[in-house]
């Protein structure tokens, strides 16, 4: 008897050495994306000892709403390239473990799909679309209206890749989505061609303004790196995240451990912040969360445990993650997220 394949499978599967390139991988020589990991590594913890909380509380709020852990996965494309549990997957293990969920524009898997696994969850984070904002505005309020309907309660622009190109490691691997993979969130065809015709279409902070009059949902920035930016977004937008896209689109951008706290300054409790890029363990996350990020975005470490184990690789990993940090929040004396401060660190190869 011979197994039917899973309706997933692509029309010339690839390499998996070629997807891990593609998932782990970044852009030029990898500086930043190596970067990225190693800054939260160089920061010290200095917590003060005999102030031990008798419980420990991990719940941020955001946008109006309470849930139980400071942390979303991060929008990454193509899941389902990963695991047959592809985005659904993830969604329901993030809901099932009170984590939120950004759905990327270029995820596998139809929006409304991922919604229905995740809405139904009690404990659930947040669930939000990332848009890449291929075609016209109008192609981009179309989707935006798509995922409001149903269900998604805030959509994050990225405005850090309007030219995106191969990373060295995914082009020496030979990685090539198949011609019928399927991306059924689309707007519009993303741009492809010669630089200009991407450039033409690159969107600017008039068009911010425009989908945030027109948005059903609130509106929040991701790839935000420069003080004065945050700046502009904090009065135009409902939230920002400090990203650099995980080291995959420039490289040399500085790692946004050390971007955030000029970020958090600029901003001044305006609107909340996120972080993501490099954070590997909880205790990174507690870091992020002590210099001002008001919650954090988790990438390739979700991905690892997606492709390993599916969901309940991916819930098995929050339930560590959230371990972790309780753990490390009691022994730095901190009941809740916001007894955070950069109080309790200190910089510089660990000099006080
Ligand atoms: C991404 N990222 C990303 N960002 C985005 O806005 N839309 C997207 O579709 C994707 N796709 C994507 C695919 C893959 C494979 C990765 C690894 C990343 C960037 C992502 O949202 C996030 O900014 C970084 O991944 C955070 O860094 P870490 O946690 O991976 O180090």
Known sequence: ??????????????????????????????VTLRANAAAWRAIGLRPRVLATPRQVDT??????????????????AHLALAHPDAERGLALACAAQGAGLVLSTQASTALESVARAVLPE??????????????????????????HRAGYEAVVLTVDAPVQWAGERERASGFALPADWPQPNLPARPETGTLEALLARAP??????WLRS???????????????????????????????????VLDGLPPTAALLPAVVEAVQGRCPVLVDGGLRR???????????ANAVLVGRPLVAALAQGGAPGVAALWRRWHDELRGAMALCGAATIDALTPALLCHGAFHP
């Open 122 to 147: 009690p404990q659930r984070g947040p669930l939000w679309f990332q848009l890449y904002p291929y075609g016209e505005r109008e192609d981009w309020l179309r989707l935006v209206q798509r995922a």
């Open 204 to 209: 600017d902070w008039d068009d911010v303004a």
């Open 214 to 248: 027109h948005s059903p949902l609130p509106l929040l920035l991701k790839g935000i790196t420069h003080p004065a930016d945050a700046d502009r977004a904090a009065d135009l937008c409902d939230g920002l995240v400090v990203s650099n896209h995980g080291g995959r």
């Open 59 to 76: 719940q941020v709020t955001l946008l109006g709403r309470r849930w139980p852990t400071p942390w979303l996965a991060a929008p990454m």
């Open 282 to 292: 909880a205790t990174d996350v507690l870091k992020a969360l002590a210099l001002g």
């Open 1 to 30: 008897m011979t197994a039917s394949p899973p309706d997933t499978t692509p029309a010339a599967p690839l390499a998996a050495a070629a997807i891990r390139a593609y998932f782990e991988g970044g852009a030029g020589d990898e």
